[in-house]
């Protein structure tokens, strides 16, 4: 009778051991089921925002970002992005569409604001205009020579890293914004998209330079002469007259004579924009010089210049 108590206990112990294993076995496939369905979910979520859309650009201005499904003889096929419809867009109303793998191909032409004439954006696809520097000295805008003296400054280092880009020299720039009646007192009254239309690029600069009085630097240079005397003696001729300086000793005298010279201290700071010809702001920098001399815009241009996403190495 004690034998069957003890062999019916040892099978319980084993039956409850076996029950837990299962337990322990099913929580573990569960947990692990949890775990694959969530790196699933991250996977996919992590593919989706990493996914790049093609963005067609409309006549009228709008933007629609998705994927370009095909292209017919007068229509595309195409779908939002997040979503499965698919729309048909006449290939009239379509001014560009850039590819996600970063082709861009070209349609038809844009209206902009104010202008009769259709521009091609293919026309002016990677041209860019340097527009007149703003030229400010001790807070009161500066002459125009100056202004187009920086800008073509600016325009001669930019050629030299050009790269496949096209810039357009300041005298048609400058003539052109002249004929579409642009000045420096009205050009706030365009858009620089409306600016990129007139003068026929994709890109234009537009930059200020700000020079102000500091200090002044107090130089003192002193120069010294030495003067040899004759060492003759006074005496008195035959005829009674005296001869010579009785003062004169023969030694040699020193004359000197301070010069103070002033220089004039600047501080000079420059900002430097890039637009598009939808006339969004892609580059904004501003830097201020180390250097206190009046020219000193000419080492922050090149400062700035090399970090513009136009330059080229």
């Given at each position: ?7 019916s206990?040892t ?7 076996k ?23 991250l ?23 998705g994927?370009?499904?095909s ?33 861009v191909?070209?349609?038809?032409k ?5 202008n ?51 810039y ?7 003539a ?23 003068l026929?690029v ?15 630097q107090?130089?003192?240079?002193f120069?010294?002469t ?8 006074a005496?008195?001729d ?29 501080a ?46």
């Amino acid at each position: 009778m004690k034998t069957d108590t003890v062999n019916s206990q040892t099978n319980e112990h084993n039956y409850n051991k076996k029950q837990q294993s299962t337990m322990n076995l099913l929580k573990l496939n569960f947990i692990i089921n949890k775990v694959t369905i969530l790196l699933i979910f991250l996977g996919f979520g992590f593919s989706s925002s990493a996914q790049n859309f093609d963005i067609i650009l409309k006549t009228n201005g709008e933007e629609m970002v998705g994927n370009v499904k095909s292209i017919e003889e007068e229509s595309l096929s195409f779908i939002y992005k997040n979503e499965t419809i698919v729309y048909k867009v006449k290939q009239s109303d379509i001014v560009k569409i850039t590819f996600a793998s970063g082709r861009v191909q070209f349609f038809n032409k844009i209206n902009q604001p104010g202008n009769t004439n259709n521009i091609s954006l293919e026309n002016h696809h990677n041209k860019v205009a340097v527009l007149p520097f703003v030229y400010i000295k001790d807070n009161q805008e500066g002459d125009l020579v100056m202004s187009n003296k920086i800008q073509t400054e600016t325009l001669a280092l930019l050629n030299k890293h050009r790269g496949e880009l096209t810039y357009l020299s300041v005298n048609d720039t400058n003539a052109l914004l002249v004929k579409a009646g642009v000045t420096n007192n009205n050009i706030q009254g365009y858009t620089m998209g409306e600016i990129c239309t007139i003068l026929g690029v994709e890109y234009v600069i537009q930059g200020m330079v700000s020079v102000e009085k500091t200090t002044q630097q107090n130089i003192n240079t002193f120069s010294e002469t030495t003067k040899n005397k004759e060492n003759t003696k006074a005496y008195i001729d035959s005829q009674g007259h005296l001869i010579g300086n009785p003062l004169n000793n023969g030694k040699s005298q020193s004359y000197g004579s301070s010069v103070s010279t002033y220089t004039q201290n600047y501080a000079t700071s420059m900002t430097m924009n890039i637009f598009n010809d939808k006339g969004h702001n892609i580059y904004s920098q501003d830097h201020t010089s180390f250097w206190n001399t009046q020219d000193a815009y000419k080492i922050t241009l090149k400062y700035l210049a090399k970090r513009m996403p136009l330059f080229k190495k």
